[in-house]
């Protein structure tokens, strides 16, 4: 897909170019825009500027040099610049959880419209893509008309993204669907001039109201978050009866009217965005005083955390009781395959539990491990899967890279210490590690007879 530029098009800007910022702007800019792209991060804003994607991201690295070529795509830390440049106005910059509550931490797009303000001399569009609480944007409106020069003339809309990490190009060029949160027309037409390739490649948008949009994005990853959590449960419940919870989630997934994704047993849900998604809903909900709506997202969320307990529960039990000095081959860092993000990975608090258990633990990602040794700097990593299971009495397959399903149990069981694996994402076959002379045990499944 790609258009020719017109006089027509707007100017696009980028403020924040993270896993989401750097997408969007490159995709853009690959789409036919002008894009400008800002972060206060100087390191990062160099190394796109010279070709380089700072993070794993399928495909990326190769979009970003064919933006660059086409001269479209430019880089810059001074807002002053992007605000003299931009028709339109994307700020992707970031909203985790705060550190003392359940709420999202604001700071970041506060401090972006705070910065952009003063300099908006002329009419433009700013759009925010990252995920907020609802209310916000209504909030933020206010504060921006005030604080331009150019008054009513710059508008605020909200254009949440769904994109998901590992698939972020496809997502972005083929997105599900579009939502426009606008309040005048003026805004709507902006918009689909922005994304006119998209809309006449027939992808379907919503165009409604600032908190409408708002909650489209935190409800979306709330039910995904929730049938998640609902497969796990199920998992709990076939674990005390000795059923399957495997065969369960394939026989369910027949039905269309459920359907088999987001339905995979296991580990559960980590992350940049779900589990602080889901937290930063059930705290506006409580502020606004409709919490009782959405308290079943407590128990999603404890559902979630009682799966990485019964992870580190398996291992102990592989290892005969008692974790203390036991060797542990963690496989997986990263909270869910293609991509190097490790931000609330299940893998890694398993992999830390069982290091304050006493475990001694060695850990291999095949792309997460520098991230995961910042943020986990007592465990021990190792180069390849092989090495870090070298004397392990233990082996927990916690993150589903295509590589780890593949691995020859007959292999890895020369180098171990003892062959007792915890299949913590249901991806190995039972029989085969069996056959292999393995003790197999995985989540959702009661152990052999
Ligand atoms: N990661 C995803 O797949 C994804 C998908 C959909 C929505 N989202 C949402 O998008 C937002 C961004 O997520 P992310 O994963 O890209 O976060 P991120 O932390 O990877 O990126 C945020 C970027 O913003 C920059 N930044 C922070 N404050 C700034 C400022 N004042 N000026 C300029 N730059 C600033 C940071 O340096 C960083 O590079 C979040 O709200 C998230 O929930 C993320
Ligand atoms: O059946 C499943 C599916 C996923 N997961 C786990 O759920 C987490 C999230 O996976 P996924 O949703 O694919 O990753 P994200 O890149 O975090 O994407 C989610 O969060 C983004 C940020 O808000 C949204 O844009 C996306 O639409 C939404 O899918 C990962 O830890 C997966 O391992 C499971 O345990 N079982």
């Not at 002329?122 to 925010?128: A, K």
Request: glycine letters at 8%; proline letters at 5%.
């Amino acid at each position: 897909m790609s258009v020719t530029p017109t006089i027509d098009q707007p100017r696009l800007t980028v403020i924040g170019t993270g896993y989401l910022g750097a997408t969007h702007a490159i995709c853009m800019a690959v789409l036919g825009y002008e894009v400008l792209a800002l972060d206060r991060d100087h390191a990062k804003i160099e190394a796109l500027a010279a070709g380089v994607v700072p993070f794993h991201e399928p495909g990326l690295p190769e979009m970003l040099r064919k933006a660059l070529d086409s001269g479209r795509l430019r880089f810059t830390t001074d807002v002053a610049e992007v605000a003299a440049f931009g028709d339109v106005h994307f700020v992707c910059t970031g909203t985790p959880q705060l550190p003392d509550s359940l709420g999202a931490d604001l700071s970041q797009v506060e401090e972006v419209l705070r910065s952009l303000a003063p300099y908006l001399f002329r009419p433009c569009l700013v759009v925010g893509k990252s995920t907020v609480p609802v209310g916000t944007a209504a909030r933020l409106h206010g504060i921006l008309q005030a604080a331009a020069p150019c008054g009513s003339d710059v508008e605020l809309a909200w254009n949440p993204e769904f994109l998901r990490e590992g698939h972020a190009i496809e997502d972005t060029l083929h997105p599900s669907r579009l939502v426009f949160g606008v309040v005048s027309e003026r805004a709507r037409r902006l918009l689909e001039d922005t994304f006119r390739p998209l809309l006449d490649a027939g992808v379907p948008t919503v165009v409604t109201d600032l908190a409408t949009a708002e909650l489209v994005k935190v409800a979306a990853n709330s039910f995904l978050a929730t049938k998640i959590s609902f497969i796990n449960a199920m998992a709990e419940v076939c674990e005390t009866t000795g059923a399957d919870v495997s065969d369960l989630a394939s026989a369910l997934a027949y039905d269309d009217r459920i359907g088999g994704r987001f339905l995979k047993p296991g580990l559960g849900f980590g992350g940049g965005c779900l589990p602080k998604d889901i937290r930063a809903f059930i705290h506006r909900a409580e502020e606004l005083g409709t919490g009782q709506s959405v308290s079943f997202l407590r128990e999603v969320d404890a559902i979630n955390q009682r799966r990485r307990r019964r992870t580190v529960d398996l291992v102990r039990e592989q290892a005969g009781g008692d974790l203390r000095g036991v060797r542990v081959c963690v496989l997986g860092a990263a909270f869910k395959p293609h991509s190097d993000d490790t931000r609330d990975a299940p893998a890694l608090d398993v992999a830390a539990q069982l290091h304050a258990a006493g475990a001694h633990v060695v850990v291999f990602d095949p792309q997460a491990i520098e991230n995961a040794r910042r943020s986990h700097p007592q465990l021990e990593f190792a180069g390849t899967a092989l090495e870090a299971a070298e004397g392990a009495q233990v082996v927990a397959l916690l993150t589903e890279w295509d590589q780890f399903r593949g691995i020859d149990p007959r292999v890895l069981g020369r180098v171990v210490g003892a062959r007792a694996v915890v299949d913590a994402r249901n991806v190995l076959d039972a029989g085969t590690w069996r056959d292999a002379g393995w003790r197999y045990r995985a989540l959702g499944r009661a152990a052999a007879a």
